[in-house]
């Protein structure tokens, strides 16, 4: 398909300036009269037509052959300009594009260390609340066991108290049984009547020196209980604080990462404000550029009126038929 702007007379100029010139007017060579512009088969069309309608090649003078080159030259240059201008606003556009997806990424990036930062919070608070249980916990099973502490020494004392109530009775029934051998035959009824209440207090009180060491391996078995589950809790209240520390040192750790964070986040931001000098700044020249091609086609234009004003000078006799064909020049440029 042919670019916009090939057409049957561009194709019959390009031909016509060859043949002035005394060259083949090939394919290869009409398309590069044309600006390398235009498909080989829709040139080949034209110049088939062409053959078709003039068999003999006609005359071509100068000011066809200068019309015909200006012609190209202005579409050429118009075309480079054109690609020129396309190039760098695309590439401005990748740029630009490059630094939205980078905003959208640091800006992603500081929302997840932001929600790190809450989540290590609240797991630190939940830490310092478990340990204040584990504290109180622990302040209550000390009291416990200062309790049990008394209890035992307590009962300890009873138990001594007892020892104390048999030593003392053994040796009051010793002395019985003395004064007993001295007195039998006047009191040998008072010392059996007397024999057997003491057996009988003797019996209970040995029962009651039974039960008291029972309930005293009862509180020795709570004690160790309590001492077992002391040791338990403060292996735990250790684990809690070794687990407290590696928290605080997580959370210090993640405060620096943050704070790096921070860092890159001002230095992106730094870049992407050159970035957008960089790109007004291009902006601007792309104006400039602009502002200078149209500044060319006025010479241009002017340039193609020179030349149909010295074609009027040249042509002499035929003044009238080279200011049409100047005018034609003209319009076609424009």
Known sequence: MARTGINKAL?????????????????EAVRAELGHTGSKSTIQR???????????????????????YIASLAQRLTLEA????????????????????QREVEAARQDELTKNHKRLLEQHQSAQEHNRHLAERLQTIDGERQRLLASTSHQEALLNERAQQIGSLEEKHQHAREALRH???HAQQQ???????????????????????????SKQEQLGQLYRDLERLTLDQQNCGKDRRRQAHEIEQWSRRYQNLQSDLQQA???????????STLHERARHYLLDRRQDQRN?????RQIGQLQSLLSGPSRNQTSSTGSVGETTST
């Open 300 to 304: 241009l234009r002017q340039m193609m």
């Open 11 to 27: 194709v019959q100029q390009a031909r016509d300036a060859l043949l002035a010139r005394q060259e083949r007017p090939s394919i």
């Open 46 to 68: 034209y110049l088939k037509e062409l053959a078709e309608q003039q068999p003999i090649p006609p005359a071509i003078n100068i000011s066809d052959e200068l019309q015909a």
């Open 183 to 185: 007195y039998r035959e």
């Open 269 to 279: 931001q730094a870049h992407s404000a050159n970035q957008d000098q960089l790109l």
């Open 191 to 217: 010392r059996m009547e007397e024999t057997q209440r003491f057996e009988t207090q003797l019996q209970s009180l040995q029962h009651e020196l039974r039960e008291c060491r029972q309930q005293l391996l």
């Open 82 to 101: 054109q690609q020129s201008v396309a190039s760098d606003r695309a590439r401005l556009q990748r740029q630009q594009a490059g630094y939205e997806h």
